[in-house]
């Protein structure tokens, strides 16, 4: 069965760069989730789309912008990187919006030098 | 928002031991409660779940048991094996959003 595809899987950018990361869910899913991985953290909630618009807002930074489009995949833009921004950043998708047994993409790693 | 306190951190046994990881979550109406595993640099996986209408839901060496009025769930893991090590992450809904809030992680060790 198809899962989240996530690109690309390394990424490597320098302080005040900035990054696209993408999310591609399951055929059909129509939500889109992002979390923010650092190192020896659990996954934390940054952001979502449903139906291309924003569900609801983590703890993203103003620094990191996202949108979903008309096919549903997802790009999570991030500007003026620092070191902190150092993580494993994973994407999920479900159907209408339900938490209930969403699985994740493989996770892009972003490190930032 | 939901609080998860996730215990321990960490947890080494003899394979073919059992391993229990408890949660507790702050947020009465929470209604699911998912259990990750999660290899070093790989996604989390889901493993189990269980909602709130059920007291225990089992997967072959794999339990999951709910106490709702304690507000605590916990992870069982029997015949432990090796193949079992990695972090193991609960989860519970985020209150206010639909996003989850994950437990600390739990780093299990399974030694051979």
């Known amino acids: 069965a198809a899962g989240v595809i996530q690109s690309p899987r390394h990424l490597i950018k320098e302080k005040r760069e900035t990054a696209t990361l993408k999310c591609y869910p399951i055929p059909r899913h129509d939500t889109v989730y992002w979390y923010q991985q650092g190192p020896g953290q659990d996954p934390q909630f940054l952001i979502s789309?449903?139906?291309?618009?924003?569900?609801d807002k983590g703890s993203i930074p103003d620094r990191f912008s996202a949108q979903q489009f008309s096919d549903y995949h997802s790009e999570l833009n991030m500007s003026s990187l620092e070191l902190g921004d150092s993580a494993l950043y994973f994407c999920a998708s479900s159907l209408s919006v339900t938490i209930y047994g969403y699985t994740f993409g493989s996770g892009t790693r972003l490190t930032v030098v | 928002g939901e609080n998860v306190e996730q215990h321990p951190s960490t947890l080494s046994v003899q394979e073919g031991d059992s391993a229990v990881i408890k949660c507790t979550y702050s947020?009465?109406?929470?209604?699911?409660f998912p259990w990750y595993k999660q290899e070093l640099g790989k996604r989390p996986q889901l493993i189990i779940d269980i909602r709130s209408n059920v007291g225990e839901k089992k997967d072959q060496r794999i339990a999951v048991t709910l106490n709702k009025t304690a507000k605590h769930f916990s992870l069982h893991i029997t015949e432990t094996q090796p193949e079992d090590s990695a972090v193991y992450f609960c989860a519970a809904p985020d209150t206010g959003r639909r996003a989850l809030t994950f437990g600390s992680g739990t780093r299990l060790q399974v030694q051979p």
């Open positions: 947020d009465s109406a929470s209604n699911y």
């Open positions: 789309f449903y139906e291309k618009m924003q569900s």
